[in-house]
Structures are given as structure tokens and as C-alpha cells.
């Protein structure tokens, strides 16, 4: 048996979940399946404290009462391999526009600043603007924008990234710290959080606050269109080593992405969790998946089947371990889609910076949720 969706759309997409027992997933080869059970139950937490992620449409989502029985469960679970095989059913997900999936990764940067601007540290690092809000449906129809400003009641556009970088926001007390370069905050951006080390060894944790809503443009891939850098050699890596040679071009290159991030400074009580992702939960290295959240309910269990870059020099390359869905990206759209968060440090770096990895994921959906979307 099994079920499709028709998604009409800018990008018309097709998925087809099959269902699968849970004895086809192997489970009990996961080694750490105790850190997927400690991530969702973070995720319990929030959906049964109200569930911000059901405002939204999600295609796989069901409905917040669809969840509860299963994040009741959680919080009592003593066994993290029945709890999973207990409580969800498994659906292998076939994306017809993209096969083979498609599985990235991202991470925590860790750079030098300041909490006050110098000659070593001039790059600010900004906290959301009383004037960027979220747009009405309405609004959103006519604008083509999930978020923007208004002026005289009319919805526009919010300010752009050459504008913001040269000022635009100046003298509204909207920022954080500072830091070295724009390339540096830049990369933070597009990791959406990050670790700031100040002077005296304090280290200042950020995390995602909003986005400008303008739309993201990958700079790699613009890089890769004018044959700068191959796209099979693109990377993370590949792409700062361009922009430390050509500092002027990189500029010019990074307003082409309009998008642009802003951060809000979080206390960590547990310093092996990661920033706060768009879940409203503390990311967990290794299990946290950003995934497309048009199509899949924060807190989904996700098999994961892919593998680590050549070069993370893993012994073992593959991938194959249970997720949890706690955040989502510009960039992740489609339904066989997810982007890895990996933490922090030069190992996260690398594996996050290198990984562009095909695979196939599994969703364990709760049996209420799977009845209200009608799987089988």
C-alpha cells in the first residue's frame, strides 16, 4: 500500500510514503538511541506546552492532539527502543523530484569579538528590529513574503542585506556584539547560531531570532554558475579560502543573498546541547535534523540513511540513525531533505562544511497522526 501528495506551487512536488513495519528499521544498531529519546523528549516538552509549529500548515503534521498521546509517553519512557516501536509507525518517504535525497550539514561557528565595537571588532551583529514583523495571509498573497515591514498600513519588503550592512540599522541599539569580519557574521547567519568568544574567556552563546524574509540566494551556487569554483569542488571550505583571497568581490558576492539573520543571546545550562532551534528546543549534536517544516511537524522521528564526506576520514562512512525533526532552513525544501546539525568545534566544521550526502529517510509518524493524514 501506499499514499501520494500532489503539492501545487512555485515547485510542484510528489512524495509517496510506503508504509513499513517497524522491524524493518533497525533500531537496535543504534548505538546512542537513548540521545534521540532525550531530544524528543525536549520536543514533548514544547508540544505540550502549546506547539508552536502547528500554527503552521504541514503536510505529514496532523494535528497537535495527534501528538499528545505519544509526548505523554515520552516523559515516562524508561526504554527508548519501545518507546519508538510503541508509540509511531514507519513510512519510507519517495520524493519523485528528488530520488535520491539529499542530506547537508550545519553547525555552531565559533569566532573572537567583543560586546563593544573597536578598530579589531567593527562588525555588528544585530538582534531583531521592533519593525520586522510576520505578514498576514493576506499579506503574504500580495507580497509573495512570509515576513517584511509596513508603512501606512502597506506591507513591503523589510530591509535588505547592502543596505543593513551599510548602516541602515545604525543607532537603533539593536546590537549584540561585534566581530572581526562581515564574512564572519555572514557564515553565522547562514548557520543561524553560533558561539562568540570574548576577551577574558566568556564565551556568548547566539541563537536564531528572525529572518528578514527577503529570499535566500546560496552564494556557492553563484560562484559555481560563473565556473569560479567547481560545483563538485564546492564546499564550505572551498568557498571562505575564495572570499579570504578576494575580500572586495566576497562583499559585493554576499549582498547578492538579500535574506538576512538575526540573532538573540541564550543561556545553556547543559553545555553538551547545542542553540535553540526553530523547534524552541535546545538542538542536540548528531540527532537534531533541520528539515522542510512545510512538510514535516517539528518532533518527527526521522530514520536517517546517508553517509559522513570523504573528508570527515570517518572508518565507518555510513549514517544510520534515528533523528528528530527540530529545525528547518532557507534552503531545505522537499520532502527527502534534511541538513545534519553537528554542534560545534573543527570536527563539526569539516563534516558540516563538506557534507552534500544522497540518502533515503524513513518518518515515524505517531498512529494518530498517520490516521489523520490517511496512511495506512
Not at 508504509?19 to 528499521?25: E, N
Not at 525533526?325 to 570536527?347: M, N, P, V
Request: charged share 25%; with cysteine; glycine share 10%.
Amino acid at each position: 500500500m501506499m499514499t501520494s501528495v500532489d503539492e501545487t506551487g512555485p515547485v510542484s512536488k510528489r512524495v509517496r510514503l510506503d508504509p513499513v513495519g517497524m522491524s524493518a528499521i533497525p533500531l537496535e544498531g543504534d548505538k546512542d538511541l537513548t540521545l534521540a529519546l532525550a531530544a524528543f523528549q525536549r520536543q514533548a516538552h514544547e508540544i505540550l506546552d502549546g506547539g508552536a509549529g502547528f500554527a503552521r500548515l504541514v503536510s505529514f503534521g496532523g494535528t497537535r492532539a495527534d501528538w499528545l498521546a505519544a509526548c505523554r509517553a515520552a516523559l515516562t519512557a524508561q526504554d527508548a527502543l519501545t518507546f519508538f516501536t510503541t508509540n509511531f509507525k514507519a513510512y519510507r518517504v519517495h520524493d519523485e523530484e528528488n530520488a535520491k535525497g539529499l542530506f547537508t550539514g550545519y553547525y555552531e561557528p565559533e569566532v573572537a569579538g567583543s560586546r563593544s565595537q573597536t578598530a579589531e571588532f567593527p562588525v555588528p551583529l544585530y538582534r531583531k528590529p521592533d519593525d520586522l514583523v510576520t505578514f498576514t495571509e493576506q499579506e503574504h498573497r500580495l507580497t509573495g513574503l512570509r515576513y517584511g515591514r509596513r508603512d501606512g498600513g502597506r506591507a513591503l519588503p523589510y530591509i535588505e542585506r547592502r543596505e543593513i550592512e551599510r548602516g541602515a540599522l545604525s543607532g537603533r541599539g539593536l546590537e549584540i556584539c561585534w566581530v572581526k569580519t562581515w564574512a564572519e557574521a555572514f557564515f553565522l547567519q547562514i548557520q543561524g547560531s553560533g558561539r562568540v568568544l570574548l576577551p577574558g574567556g566568556e564565551v556568548l552563546r547566539l541563537s536564531y531570532a528572525a529572518k528578514s524574509g527577503l529570499p535566500y540566494t546560496g552564494i556557492g551556487g553563484v560562484l559555481a554558475a560563473r565556473g569560479t569554483i567547481p560545483r563538485e569542488q564546492m564546499s564550505m571550505q572551498s568557498l571562505k579560502a575564495w572570499m579570504n583571497v578576494n575580500p572586495d568581490d566576497a562583499r559585493h558576492l554576499m549582498w547578492q543573498n538579500k535574506s538576512f539573520v538575526f540573532f538573540r543571546e541564550i543561556t545553556v545550562t547543559d553545555e553538551a546541547l547545542g542553540a535553540v532551534g526553530a523547534a524552541r528546543v535546545h538542538l542536540t549534536p548528531g540527532r537534531s535534523l533541520a528539515v522542510d517544516r512545510s512538510n514535516w511537524m517539528f518532533g518527527t522521528p526521522v530514520w536517517l540513511e546517508t553517509s559522513y564526506p570523504p573528508e570527515a576520514q570517518r572508518t565507518e562512512p555510513d549514517i544510520k540513525r534515528l533523528m528528530i525533526a527540530q529545525d528547518t532552513g532557507s534552503a531545505i525544501r522537499g520532502f527527502a531533505r534534511g541538513d545534519l546539525y553537528w554542534g560545534w568545534g573543527e570536527d563539526a566544521a569539516v563534516i558540516a562544511g563538506h557534507m552534500k550526502s544522497p540518502g533515503r529517510m524513513t518518518v515515524l509518524l505517531p498512529h494518530a497522526v498517520a490516521k489523520t493524514v490517511g496512511l495506512p
